[in-house]
């Protein structure tokens, strides 16, 4: 597979500079652990912010998107909210944001995502079917925990990236915490694309991609947290597809009916209704849930625009405790 030129970790490094070097601003805390690894604590001591959030989901997103934090109104419900656009869909998010590196080492566990997995690989055939290599020796990683991890995890991740102690960064972010939620909520067009992918879109005919969700309200309890950021997704959030390769809409118009988290038998009750009812395993949960409320798909080769979903406040309210 050819080196590409597109380096996620490169490129996410700068902005991991930017948040390391201006700790203060943005309400992180960095400590160098072993041998000169850099670890940021985004909020499980750290106060953090929404602009660490910010920051985080570029981050996730290798360098190679943008996302801007505004404010939405959602009938009479009036949230912060995250949009983000990539000119890079299928190697920013699936090659770098998409959360798929399970870490566990003794008794520590965590979910390990961002551009740090192009280089351990752990998930070779999607990077295969992206067509993506990142050959670089600095390495970045997002880590969705509530627990610094110890130095035997640290040496780990450096190993399996193959990079040198001082060219390795950890991000800590619990779901816990105003960033945690902010770029839990940024990766909306990675949920929509990954969802696209399972139905059978071919990731790299996806040219443009743009999304936009809630920021869900913080909870101190991580089951709760989890809920309400995954249904800042599946009931309020929206993504958007510039695709080629299509020359007629009946394919794909088939996918895309089936894209949206309303296809799945389990939508319509708040997330943590339905992993307390599947025992807290996620897979007795149907896979088909997970994926943004609105999907919208513009196929660039015949002019049409393709949508499917609805935003559904009613089932997000209930999430955040504002209605029974």
Known sequence: MPKSRLSVNERAWRLAEKLRDSAKEYGVLVK????????????????GSLEAGRIITEICLGGCGEAKISSTQYADLTLPSIFVQTDHPAISTLGSQFADWQIKIGDYSAIGSGPARALARKNQQLYE???????????????????????????????????????????????????????????????????????GLDPKWAVHAFGSAPIAPVHPKFAEAMGRTNDAILYMGEASYDVKGYKNDEELSKIVEK????????????????????????????????????????????????????????VFKRSIGLSA
């Open 32 to 47: 160098e652990a072993s041998q000169g690894i850099t670890v940021i604590d985004a909020g499980i001591s750290a106060k």
């Open 129 to 199: 079917k992206i067509g993506y290599v990142d050959e670089t020796d600095v390495a970045v990683l997002v880590l969705e925990t509530g627990k610094e991890p110890p130095d035997d995890v640290i040496e780990q991740v450096r190993r399996d990236c193959q990079v040198k102690p001082n060219h390795l960064m950890i991000i800590l972010v619990p779901t816990t915490c105003i960033a945690g939620s902010t770029q839990v909520s940024g990766r909306i067009v990675e949920t929509g694309l990954h969802k696209l992918m399972k139905l």
């Open 259 to 314: 894209a949206p988290s309303s296809a799945s038998p389990n939508y319509g009750r708040p997330f943590l209704q339905i992993f307390k009812e599947a025992n807290y395993d996620f897979y007795k949960i149907d896979p088909n849930l997970f994926a943004p409320a609105v999907v919208s798909v513009n196929n660039v080769e015949t002019g049409s625009v393709l949508k499917a979903g609805k935003i559904n406040v009613d």
